[in-house]
């Protein structure tokens, strides 16, 4: 079964329904494949309200932020979302296979966007496949989607704004949180989620990383250990910490298989988490002519760049595909206004770090090999 449309997104999270709702608003006839029976992507798991401005839901909380979104986009009559639909691949031909309804479909697309998101990074070390031991992401899963405690006693790995984030949420549902470890010297999230974490007693630890965990058929307990400053571990530093889950936030990786398959350049940036497609900053159109992308599977960053990223890939996409032009490069021009806004000052600093590596002819030397 071949289905025909102007714009496929690929992935219903906070990128792919900003991407929608832009790209509709003008006209466009959009289909959206998401994998998971839910849509909003992150969004459902964050209880948390939102920083920023108003533009980007400041003093909302994720699980609205995600309904809104839903709602809105399904109301449109040129949307078609399609959930627990697996997009299997792209092909030279631009054209994309899918499992929908137990059923293999190719879908013919004038415009793709990736909005695949990221996924979870892990840690080595031993001991590290006994029951007991998550990624934050499995961790919000559990407690604010399913309503399930992970745990009484918890040790979280990893002080971004997703280990100081998901702690507190931790603490909220009943779980004793034994401590915070973190293999940097500083905190790396912001410090007003550190400050309530402190204030409820629990202990952070700037660098210090895992060298053990331990128990018979599950976690019983977590030895943590001091580092230097080449992050090598200091003998005679050890701490025995008594839990029964450890949950690791160190990081996520651009789902970029997709954008690899469709033959986009891809370049390896430390500051944006990985192997993302080069993308002209102005439309986040990738080498692949035709293909977009948007969200963290091009660089990792908060659920708010990747509402604006969504916004400016829709647009871009309708003022390509001549739908109401006007406007869809005026919502274009200040999508990439407002990420400029987003990343200015120092929280950051990393993001426009990486963008730069990624335009620049280094990078573009390395990618075309």
Known sequence: MMINTELLIIGAGPAGLCAAKAAASCGTKVLICERSENTGGQ????????FGSEKQHAGERGIYIAMDLE????????????????????YEDRIVTAEHEH???????QK???????????LAFPGNDLPGIYGAGAVQTLMNVYGVKPAERIL???????????????????????GIVEAAPKIGGYLVHASKLRRAGVPIRTGYTVKRAYGEHKLEGVIIAKLDENFNMIEGTEEDIKCDALCLAVGLTPLSELCWQAGCQMAFVKELSGHVPVTNEDDLQTTADGIYV???????????????????????????????????????????????????????????????????QEVKKYVNG
């Open 43 to 50: 969004l459902i798991k964050q209880t948390h309200k939102f």
């Open 156 to 178: 979280m790995v990893g002080a971004g704004n997703i280990g100081l984030i998901v702690s507190y949420q931790m603490l909220q549902a009943g779980v004793d949180v034994a």
């Open 71 to 90: 709602k809105e986009v399904l109301s449109m009559e040129n949307v078609t979302l399609w959930n627990n639909t697996t997009v299997l691949g792209i």
């Open 112 to 122: 793709i966007i990736i909005a695949a998101g990221a996924s979870e990074k892990f």
């Open 294 to 360: 948007a969200g963290d599977v091009s660089g990792v960053e908060e659920a708010s760049s990747a509402m604006v990223e969504g916004r400016l890939a829709g647009y871009a996409v309708a003022s390509a595909l001549d739908h109401d032009k006007e406007n869809a490069e005026i919502g274009r021009k200040a999508a990439c206004e407002e990420l400029k806004e987003l990343r200015s000052g120092i929280m950051g600093a990393r993001i426009r770090s990486g963008l730069s590596k990624l335009k620049s």
């Open 103 to 109: 059923k293999h479909v190719k879908i013919n697309a």
